[in-house]
């Protein structure tokens, strides 16, 4: 029951997509529950020259820019209510904003919904380089 209503608040966000001489906004809509139980929205935003963002990454922000970083459940819907799964930067962006969120779930498709972990399986971590200094023989 909770996942329909998370569903059914990220088909309410979404607009009816302007095309304006190629720009789009908000023709997917994203919503997010945090683990205090508060609850976060965003839509997409498509300009030109590569400006904008995922409606993943604006519920996001949203949910930053009040002070939050640990999510409970994520989902985001395009306006036909086609739930869609977050593309591999909004993935990353979840883990990055708190490592905890490794345990978020994340609604796939309107009958299944998986830990964001499952998405990421092989993550990647920075490793120091050995710095090698080659000498000249004699």
């Known amino acids: 029951k909770q996942d329909k209503e998370l569903i059914k608040k990220a088909l309410e966000t979404v607009r009816k997509a302007k095309k304006k001489g190629g ?3 908000g023709d997917v809509g994203c919503a997010l529950i945090t683990k205090k139980g508060n609850l976060y929205v965003g839509v997409c935003v498509d ?3 590569s400006i904008g963002g995922c409606a993943e990454k604006s ?7 009040n002070g939050e970083t640990e999510i409970d459940t994520i989902v985001a819907v395009v306006s036909d209510g ?3 799964p977050p593309c591999g930067v909004c993935r990353e962006m979840i883990l990055q904003v708190n490592k905890k ?6 609604i796939i498709s309107k009958s299944e919904k ?17 710095r090698v200094v080659l000498g000249r023989n004699g």
Do not use: Y
């Not at 969120?101 to 994340?106: A, H």
């Open 59 to 65: 519920a996001i922000l949203n949910m930053m820019t």
């Open 114 to 130: 998986v830990k964001l972990q499952n998405l990421l399986p092989k993550l990647w971590q920075e490793k120091k380089k050995k």
């Open 82 to 84: 086609k739930v869609l």
């Open 23 to 25: 720009k789009k906004i």
């Open 47 to 49: 300009l030109h020259c």
């Open 101 to 106: 969120n490794l345990g978020t779930n994340v």
